[in-house]
């Protein structure tokens, strides 16, 4: 049952970009594009379930017996610099046009908030099961942080079908672009609130 609690949470309520506003930057850029925003959730998906296995296994077996958790975050930003390094020679390999169409947005998951926020969460703070607070296992920690960024998925690609959807549409002068956008991630994460009595 907390499993379920967990993801349903991760997904719909505590939704990375459209509760905690982290990763606006590249949810804002690559979703112009049903297919990019689709490979980008990907690649996002697979870097955030990456960085938190390693930046738990490095804060639990390294920092903190060390008493090394004041360098936590230089720590995780450099393991999500080199995790998503790797992802990205791997992409450039196995799919050009994926690393084609990516282009600059994919060296921008380095700096994406949301995997370091994902991380930081993971090993800082407290979850409730049961009236009872205690830190995420492992196990628990990984399924947190493949449920957030299948809602990071979710909410990305949601927000291309609609930015698709309104490129065809008459839209008054003073609201094309990034106003129509930015009207539409309102709406939708009004939206998502109405998922906030689930859990």
Not at 152 to 168: D, K, Q, S, T
């Amino acid at each position: 049952m907390e499993i379920l609690l967990i993801i349903v949470s991760a997904i719909f309520v505590n939704n990375i970009v459209l509760a905690q506003f982290l990763g606006i930057c590249p949810f804002l850029g690559v979703s112009s594009k049903l297919s990019t925003a689709t490979g980008m959730s990907g690649a996002v998906c697979f870097v955030i379930t990456l960085a938190t296995l390693v930046t738990w296994l490095v804060n639990r077996y390294l920092l903190v017996p060390f008493g090394l958790t004041f360098l936590q975050t230089i720590a995780f930003i450099l393991v999500i610099a080199a995790l998503v390094q790797m992802v990205e020679i791997v992409l450039k390999k196995i799919s050009p046009s994926l690393y084609q169409a990516l282009g600059i947005f994919l060296p921008l998951i380095t700096t994406n908030c949301a995997v370091l926020g994902v991380a930081i969460n993971v090993v800082s703070k407290e979850f409730s099961f049961g009236g009872e607070a205690h830190l995420l296992g492992l196990g628990e920690s990984l399924v947190y942080a493949f449920a957030t960024s299948l809602g990071y998925g979710l909410a990305m690609i949601l927000f291309a079908g609609l930015r698709e959807h309104l490129a065809g549409n008459e839209v008054p002068k003073s609201f094309r672009g990034l106003p129509i956008a930015m009207i539409t991630v309102g709406i939708m994460a009004m939206a998502f609130l109405g998922f906030s009595g689930i859990v």
